[in-house]
């Protein structure tokens, strides 16, 4: 039997213990984290996906904005620089590295970042073993020649135990020799080193950064001459020849735009006879501007696609060139859905490190997501004003009226639920969206049941986009399957308060029915039959068509499926 061999990849981040500095390598050469840093560096589009990705996890800081205002080191960063910084860390090495100090009562009394190039793992069978070895020069690439490896600072891992911080006190020799402890933590939570955010798409960033090159060095070294004057005259000297030249330059536009090579005879040289005294011959520029345009494409949307982002977070214009604020915006709530749990870990690592301020600090460690603009972003993607509509006012529109001022004012505090109308209202909507509202819909109802998409992000799609109240977002939806069976809500019982059609307005509704509304009618009915949506999701879809209650439940009865096709 002939055995395939697959071809090698090479490791691109191998780890050795380096015995001369009693730590773990780094990767190849101990420099991987600055390696990639100049790889993110030279790639504008890698410099902008994990910018934008530290961004998100940042959001706008602490929600608790006296919290964010506490200084917590003696270079007087508050709470909020400290998170952005972190926020960093995270984006791009996924690795958290942090400074503790203590004072005399044992307590965490400053906390600064370390940057993760910095710091390595010490040799788990060496003479530091379980500690942090901090340099600033691990690639040469300190401005200070005399920093040599002798600086190197071997730090305990963080333990905030008064009795375990007593003893490294003491061991130091005392609180004035004590250089504190390291915080070093990465997602893994594994002593180990981790890759870059972008180091499965490395290769393109390496390419975006080649492309970049390759447009500057077109423009500055490429060819660039218009054209050539042929001086068909013979010159006696030097001067003469550069005289001519001159008149040339002379000649041309606005700041000499557009060179011209000048061409004079030599010595002895002949012209055919009937030849012009100066004759222009145009160039015909190689223009090789659109050479790599769709690898660049290509390359760009692998790195975005890395981080999950929506390339609208790049470009604020659509196809026609025209800033899209409605895209925009809807790619900023997309995103802050996505990146919802690295801010709930970041606000877990800070937990875990100002538990033991020195200060008792009564107060979680809750991220706000970003805002766009002067609205700000609720932690399920929705948005909130800070300035609300009249309740008054809202109470007298109807259900469009409603819908038309969420999408056109974007100070609507679309996830404060006003008073709610009848499910019946809400539902006979989803008749206006036709049958690409109906696939739409159910492409929704697929992704989240396959899991493809998380429950709560279908639930607000259904409820911002297509303006169902929450009862039947969930019904259309079914049970949320990560959360617990005792704590899913149930909405079943409620199909007893929603308000019918009479049955002369449904007989009316059928007749009227287009050719591709039967045809959302049957496909409602083929995946019901299926078991791809239940019994309750298929009765709110064919009632969108305005059904009564006893004709949804007819189209249901298995011995007359095929009534609505006869």
């Not at 007087?76 to 590295?97: G, M, P, R, S």
Request: include cysteine; aromatic fraction near 10%.
């Amino acid at each position: 039997m002939y055995i395939h061999k697959l071809p090698l990849v090479q490791q691109r981040l191998p780890v050795y213990e380096d015995y001369s500095d009693d730590v773990l390598s780094y990767g190849a050469y101990n420099v991987y984290p600055q390696s990639m840093e100049n790889y993110m560096q030279a790639s504008g589009v890698c410099s902008s996906a994990v910018q934008k990705f530290r961004d998100f996890c940042f959001g706008d800081g602490l929600a608790n904005e006296e919290l964010s205002k506490l200084i917590v080191n003696r270079k007087q960063d508050d709470l909020n620089d400290l998170l952005e910084a972190v926020a960093f860390q995270h984006a791009f090495l996924d690795t958290i590295c942090l400074h503790i100090g203590y004072n005399g009562l044992y307590q965490v009394d400053a906390v600064s970042v370390v940057p993760v190039s910095f710091a390595r793992l010490s040799n788990p069978n060496g003479e530091h073993e379980g500690k942090i070895a901090i340099w600033n020069n691990w690639a040469n690439e300190s401005w200070n020649s005399q920093s040599t490896k002798s600086d190197i600072k071997y730090l305990h891992t963080f333990n905030p135990d008064p009795s375990v911080v007593a003893e490294q006190i003491k061991e130091a020799g005392g609180i004035s020799e004590y250089h504190g402890q390291i915080l070093y933590l990465n997602k893994q939570n594994t002593y180990t080193y981790s890759r870059a955010t972008f180091d499965s798409v490395l290769d393109d960033v390496i390419s975006d950064a080649a492309f970049a090159t390759y447009r500057k060095k077109n423009v500055k070294s490429s060819f660039s001459a218009s054209g050539a004057l042929f001086y068909n005259s013979y010159t006696e000297d030097e001067r003469e020849r550069e005289e001519v030249q001159r008149e040339v330059m002379n000649l041309q536009g606005d700041a000499n735009a557009g060179n011209v090579l000048v061409i004079t005879p030599e010595a002895g040289q002949r012209f055919d006879e009937g030849s012009k005294p100066i004759e222009f011959v145009p160039f015909q520029p190689n223009n090789i501007d659109g050479l790599y345009e769709k690898q660049e494409k290509s390359v760009s949307s692998r790195i975005i696609g890395i981080y999950n982002q929506p390339r609208a977070l790049h470009t604020f214009f659509d196809d026609s060139g025209i800033y899209n604020q409605d895209l925009l915006q809807n790619a900023w709530l997309y995103y802050n859905e996505q990146t919802k749990k690295d801010r709930k870990y970041l606000s877990r690592v800070l937990k875990m490190v100002f538990d033991y301020w020195k200060d008792p600090i009564e107060s979680d460690y809750k991220i706000k997501p970003q805002s766009f603009g002067e609205v700000e972003t609720a932690e399920v993607g929705v948005v909130q004003e800070k300035e609300s509509i009249d309740p008054l006012i809202w109470s007298e529109l109807t259900s469009k009226e409603k819908r038309r001022y969420i999408e056109t004012n974007t100070n609507y505090p679309i996830s404060v639920q006003p008073e709610t109308e009848s499910e019946n209202i809400s539902t006979s909507r989803f008749a206006e969206f036709g049958v690409g509202g109906v696939q739409g819909i159910l492409a929704i109802q697929n992704a989240v049941s396959s899991g493809i998409t998380a429950y709560n992000s279908g639930l607000e799609t259904l409820k911002i986009i297509y303006g169902f109240e929450d009862v039947v977002a969930r019904e259309i939806l079914g049970q949320d399957k990560s959360a617990p069976v005792d704590t899913v809500e149930s909405i079943e019982g409620e199909e007893a308060n929603v308000e019918s059609p009479s049955t002369s307005e449904s007989n009316e509704s059928l007749k009227n029915l287009s050719g591709r509304q039967i045809q959302g009618l049957q496909r409602i009915i083929r995946k019901y039959n299926k078991g791809e949506l239940t019994k309750s999701q298929a009765l709110i879809m064919l009632k969108a068509f305005e059904l009564t209650d006893d004709q949804a439940e007819t189209f249901l009865t298995p011995e007359e499926d095929g009534e609505l096709d006869n």
